[in-house]
């Protein structure tokens, strides 16, 4: 998934900006984080394996001086975890430098790659980021905009964008509008200082008073996180200008139509962002209502899998008339399980994360209410734990379809062999995960929660339906650049 931020402030600390709205975005990605800063001559680049405050802590940032910055966290879905697939990319061309942070994944990669003069020997590291980093700096006549109005209509796939040079900072949708992009700005005066949310600390508390700036993130949560007030989306299929002494300029690589992740709403976003005008957290508590009015269960109790299963467990006890509990708490210093890059480090991730609450759970039946099933084990593991601690019955409700197809636009499921429902029943997955019974939200109970119609959203991993061809054999797909890469040579 990946989590960017994008920030243009001259006159202010823009990496500290960038590195705070990034922290906020953490859930997006935890491999690896970095951060690509300009003072106006000089770009200059930090990123390394681990957290972001791992990464990016004062006293490096404290050295990134400059207006103008990027920052990016990875999940990846394009190569392995080293450090030469961290991100920003950053490259020196000989007209031009250009740092990239990228979220989402590209599925004309081979394609790309012969566009490449030199091919594969000129990768430093083996991502498509990387790939697309090298075919901008590439470019040989005009400036960076000019690189990337001849490059972007020629790239397929999921892609949400911050790119930069010395001067100019530059916010990318792809055509589908796959991966979300969000564009907010610090009002005059520094940040809080715009349109304050209920909450908000007041002025004087958020520091002293600076000059304006623009923001772009993933999510609404990270221009919160730096005091920015939302503006809008960057449209698919737009490049928001932003660093010539004026407003964010529009300019047009390709006609655009939205089909948002609705992976997005369902689990993967958080829960206080916004998109597409609904608050997550509430489109999350409406699936599960619609979950309770789907799959009725007869149970004690109501409780989800922490934390991101509680929207929606809130709604189906809402709904179900039956008691809301805790029955699990998590270590909230673990990671997620499910973007960890490794089945071996998933599960030892689990016993890590979730400790039950037997008070709570013996003797009981309860209804337990998690986002989505992908491999399987993770549920069994949970499923386990419950058992363990007492509880009598463990009735599972799913708040989102059946995952029957693989994701080939940034999320790691790339491999259908390894997704439980692309080769099981439901009542087989009900026995390999050990519950009494299970049921998941259909599509239609999505939709309804969201209130949007179901043209706006890729829906590809539940129903088949891709919105971009995928033109190629995908388990190549993930480390199709590898032996291209410095790092695969090593
Ligand atoms: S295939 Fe699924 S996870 Fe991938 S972009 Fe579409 S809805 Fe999201």
């Given at each position: 998934m990946c989590g960017i931020v994008g920030v243009h402030a001259p006159g202010q600390e823009a990496a500290g900006l960038a590195a705070l709205g990034l922290f906020a975005l953490q859930h997006r990605g935890q491999e690896s984080a970095g951060v690509a800063v300009s003072d106006g001559d000089q770009v200059m680049v930090y990123r390394d394996l681990g957290m972001v405050s791992q990464v990016l802590d004062d006293r490096?940032?404290?050295?990134?001086?400059?207006?103008?910055?990027?920052?990016?966290?990875?999940?990846?879905?394009?190569?392995?975890?080293l450090w030469e697939n961290s991100q920003p990319a950053f490259r020196l061309g000989p007209r031009r430098v250009v740092a990239v942070g990228h979220n989402g994944n590209l599925v004309n990669t081979r394609e790309l790659l012969a566009r490449l003069q030199g091919g594969r020997r000129r990768l430093q590291g083996s991502t498509d980021t990387?790939?697309?980093?090298?075919?901008?700096?590439?470019?040989?006549?005009?400036?960076?905009?000019?690189?990337?109005?001849?490059?972007?209509?020629?790239?397929?796939?999921?892609f949400s964008l911050v790119v930069m040079d010395e001067r100019r900072l530059f916010g990318v949708r792809d055509p589908w509008g796959f991966r979300p992009l969000v564009l907010g700005r610090i009002a005059p005066g520094g940040p809080w200082q715009g349109a304050e949310p209920a909450g908000r600390p007041p002025a004087e508390a958020a520091g002293p008073a600076v000059g304006a700036g623009w923001v772009l993130a993933s999510e609404t949560a990270g221009l919160d996180a730096v005091g920015a007030e939302y503006v809008r989306?960057?449209?698919?299929?737009?490049?928001?200008?932003?660093?010539?002494?004026?407003?964010?300029?529009?300019?047009?690589?390709?006609?655009?139509?939205?089909?948002?992740?609705?992976?997005?709403?369902?689990?993967?976003a958080r829960p206080d962002s916004y998109m597409l005008g609904r608050n997550l957290y509430e489109?999350?508590?409406?699936?599960?209502?619609?979950?309770?009015?789907?799959?009725?269960?007869?149970?004690?109790?109501?409780?989800?899998?922490?934390?991101?299963?509680?929207?929606?467990?809130?709604?189906?006890?809402?709904?179900?008339?039956?008691?809301?509990?805790?029955?699990?708490?998590?270590?909230?210093?673990?990671?997620?399980?499910?973007?960890?890059?490794?089945?071996?480090?998933?599960?030892?991730?689990?016993?890590?994360?979730?400790?039950?609450?037997?008070?709570?759970?013996?003797?009981?039946?309860?209804v337990v209410v998690d986002d989505s099933i992908v491999r399987g084990t993770t549920t069994r593991q949970i499923v386990g734990l419950l058992r363990r601690a007492g509880a009598r019955e463990v009735h599972l409700r799913i708040s989102a379809p059946p995952i029957h197809h693989p994701c080939f636009y940034g999320i790691d499921t790339q491999?259908?062999?390894?997704?439980?429902?692309?080769?099981?029943?439901?009542?087989?997955?009900?026995?390999?995960?050990?519950?009494?019974?299970?049921?998941?939200?259909s599509i239609g109970g999505v939709l309804e929660a969201i209130g949007l119609p179901r043209e706006r959203f890729c829906f590809a991993c539940f129903d088949g339906r891709y919105p971009v061809p995928v033109p190629y054999d995908a388990?190549?797909?993930?480390?199709?650049?590898?032996?291209?890469?410095?790092?695969?040579?090593?």
């Amino acid at each position: 998934m990946c989590g960017i931020v994008g920030v243009h402030a001259p006159g202010q600390e823009a990496a500290g900006l960038a590195a705070l709205g990034l922290f906020a975005l953490q859930h997006r990605g935890q491999e690896s984080a970095g951060v690509a800063v300009s003072d106006g001559d000089q770009v200059m680049v930090y990123r390394d394996l681990g957290m972001v405050s791992q990464v990016l802590d004062d006293r490096r940032l404290a050295s990134l001086r400059g207006g103008t910055a990027i920052a990016h966290c990875r999940y990846s879905t394009t190569g392995s975890t080293l450090w030469e697939n961290s991100q920003p990319a950053f490259r020196l061309g000989p007209r031009r430098v250009v740092a990239v942070g990228h979220n989402g994944n590209l599925v004309n990669t081979r394609e790309l790659l012969a566009r490449l003069q030199g091919g594969r020997r000129r990768l430093q590291g083996s991502t498509d980021t990387e790939l697309l980093t090298a075919l901008l700096a590439s470019e040989e006549r005009g400036d960076l905009l000019d690189a990337l109005l001849r490059v972007l209509p020629g790239v397929r796939g999921a892609f949400s964008l911050v790119v930069m040079d010395e001067r100019r900072l530059f916010g990318v949708r792809d055509p589908w509008g796959f991966r979300p992009l969000v564009l907010g700005r610090i009002a005059p005066g520094g940040p809080w200082q715009g349109a304050e949310p209920a909450g908000r600390p007041p002025a004087e508390a958020a520091g002293p008073a600076v000059g304006a700036g623009w923001v772009l993130a993933s999510e609404t949560a990270g221009l919160d996180a730096v005091g920015a007030e939302y503006v809008r989306d960057v449209e698919p299929g737009e490049i928001v200008v932003l660093g010539e002494g004026e407003g964010p300029r529009s300019v047009r690589f390709a006609p655009g139509r939205e089909h948002l992740c609705v992976f997005e709403l369902i689990y993967f976003a958080r829960p206080d962002s916004y998109m597409l005008g609904r608050n997550l957290y509430e489109v999350r508590r409406r699936m599960g209502e619609a979950l309770a009015r789907e799959a009725p269960a007869a149970a004690d109790l109501v409780m989800p899998v922490p934390d991101t299963g509680g929207p929606a467990a809130a709604g189906f006890a809402e709904a179900s008339r039956i008691p809301y509990r805790e029955g699990m708490v998590r270590n909230r210093y673990a990671g997620r399980t499910f973007i960890q890059p490794s089945q071996a480090l998933r599960q030892r991730g689990v016993n890590v994360k979730l400790s039950p609450l037997p008070e709570q759970l013996r003797g009981r039946s309860v209804v337990v209410v998690d986002d989505s099933i992908v491999r399987g084990t993770t549920t069994r593991q949970i499923v386990g734990l419950l058992r363990r601690a007492g509880a009598r019955e463990v009735h599972l409700r799913i708040s989102a379809p059946p995952i029957h197809h693989p994701c080939f636009y940034g999320i790691d499921t790339q491999v259908e062999t390894e997704l439980i429902a692309a080769t099981h029943t439901t009542d087989q997955v009900r026995e390999f995960v050990g519950a009494d019974s299970l049921a998941y939200l259909s599509i239609g109970g999505v939709l309804e929660a969201i209130g949007l119609p179901r043209e706006r959203f890729c829906f590809a991993c539940f129903d088949g339906r891709y919105p971009v061809p995928v033109p190629y054999d995908a388990v190549s797909h993930k480390f199709l650049l590898e032996d291209a890469s410095v790092a695969g040579s090593r």
